[in-house]
């Protein structure tokens, strides 16, 4: 008889999943701070405003300040200035590579400040770059990050690369660890290796080998422990309300794309002739292969689409409706509110902690699936 250790890795990956609990339970409302300039202001001028006035709280600029990218961590206010850790600005320009801090922007985000760097003039509107002289000319419509004509290219490591390099940091460190652990201890794991082979042996045993099977499964392991750990990692840094944590990594579409991008060409490469057989030739009559193909195309591409919007519009929607709650206190004005708002944060933020494991757990399980599908021969009889 063979007992079943799945209650004791729900426990083990409960209780990881509790550890920033603590921490998100101050949270502050990102503050809002607002420069006014003077009346006909001068292009090309350090546009340096020494009066600051406050005005009217504006949820949505609360709620996108977050959830958006950033090149600076703002960490909070002192007597109406900002703090915040500046990022280096690294962008390639006409002129070639050109470096400089976000600092230099002076937390202006409206393309008035104008930087000067490398003999070119920039600004800087809703977190992205422009040219300061094609910046004038464009509308509303044009100030996108798609106008590649009126800005350069950005390699910038703004806030979501500094979180997503700081958790590839430790996600290389606790591996190490763990890894050195078993070379000193071959017997029963002890410390960090034994607090993390459940959840290994959780992502083998429940995920990989059940999708993927006996025979093939360890060859795609290694990549299935990354996206698990990886994202699952990020999830928990996005509750973190406070430096160098907080920022929104797997709630960006860009970063969502890249990951459903990597689970496809992992399936694509590993398929086999049974799989590209059943989506050229699928078993039907030849006279609905006109339509059968096509539909077994959009298939290989609405499973990475699927993988993308569900691990962005959870995280996402989580983010939202915590900040909305919590701005629900200075939409009101009243410290009445704060007892029934804090109630239901409280509420929401332990059912992110899940949320941030369960969606770990389904991105993993449905590439494992997906690349199942790819690998899977047919019995002959």
Known sequence: MVISNKPLQFILAAFLACIP???FGSTTVDSIYVKTEAANPVHGSHKELNAHEEKEF????LINSHIGDSHDFHIADWNGHPISFSLPVILWTNNGLTIFSSKEFHHDNTGHHVVSANGQEFVRYNEVIFYADKFEKLTEEDKGAFNFEARPLDFSITKNVFSMLMSAIVLFLLFSAVARSYKKNKMAPKGLAGFLEPL???VRDDIAIPNIGHKKYAKYMPYLLTIFFFIWINNLIGLI??????SNLTGNIYFTFVMALITFI???LSGNKYYWKHILLPPVPKALYPIMVPIEIIGML???????IRLFANITAGHIIILSLVSLIFIFKTAAMSPVSGAFVLFMSVLELLVAALQAYVFTLLSALFIGQAVEEHDHH
């Open 21 to 23: 609990l603590a921490s």
């Open 302 to 308: 609405t499973k990475p689409f699927a993988l993308m």
């Open 58 to 61: 504006n949820a949505s600029e």
């Open 266 to 268: 992992v399936t694509t």
């Open 200 to 202: 290994v042996t959780f």
């Open 241 to 246: 309300p406070f430096f160098p944590f907080s």
